[in-house]
């Protein structure tokens, strides 16, 4: 199957090692609800300060994911309320008599248009760490793989 290549753009940049490679760690989904996503990760140090256990970390805001039910791709929350913006625009550029009872489309695939879920428990992804140039924030990323 051929996907679009659309140009994803995350914000930030991502944290790489001396060998200019992104760092990554394993994950995976241990709880989900509407505005988090908790991920168990194969990482003593990452969302762990204290070392021990495997560390944990939540995803929230625009690092929240959807996963594509047509392509393997993985969509995160940003989007979609990107789309949802774009949508609203285009029913009120139209005239009023023409609006009807329109309303935005559900959110869908940005790269399929192809109908899009929450994760479930269980489900595995990897991790990657975005950063602002100045400090002021960081995140972790998931994206849905199979390993």
């Known amino acids: 199957m051929l996907l679009p290549r659309l140009r994803r753009?995350?914000?930030g940049f991502v944290w790489k090692n001396q060998f200019d490679r992104v760092v990554t760690a394993k994950g995976i989904i241990i709880a989900v609800s509407p505005t988090k996503e908790?991920?168990?990760t194969d990482s003593k140090i990452i969302g762990n300060p204290?070392?021990?256990?495997?560390g944990k970390v939540c995803l929230l805001g625009d690092t929240y994911i959807y996963?594509?039910?047509r392509c393997p791709c993985t969509v995160y929350h940003q989007e979609i309320e990107a789309m949802r913006a774009a949508d609203i625009a285009a029913i009120e550029a139209l005239a009023p008599e023409e609006r009807g009872l329109r309303v935005p489309r559900p959110p869908r695939c940005?790269?399929?248009s192809g109908p899009i879920r929450r994760p479930n428990v269980?489900?595995?992804v990897?991790?990657?760490y975005r950063a602002a140039t100045d400090g002021s924030?960081?995140?972790w990323w998931a994206e849905r793989r199979d390993w």
Request: hydrophobic share 40%.
């Open 137 to 139: 924030w960081g995140a």
């Open 122 to 124: 269980g489900d595995k």
């Open 110 to 112: 940005p790269f399929c």
């Open 38 to 40: 908790w991920v168990e």
């Open 9 to 11: 753009i995350l914000p």
């Open 126 to 128: 990897i991790l990657h």
């Open 50 to 54: 204290t070392g021990g256990a495997y």
């Open 67 to 69: 996963l594509c039910d």
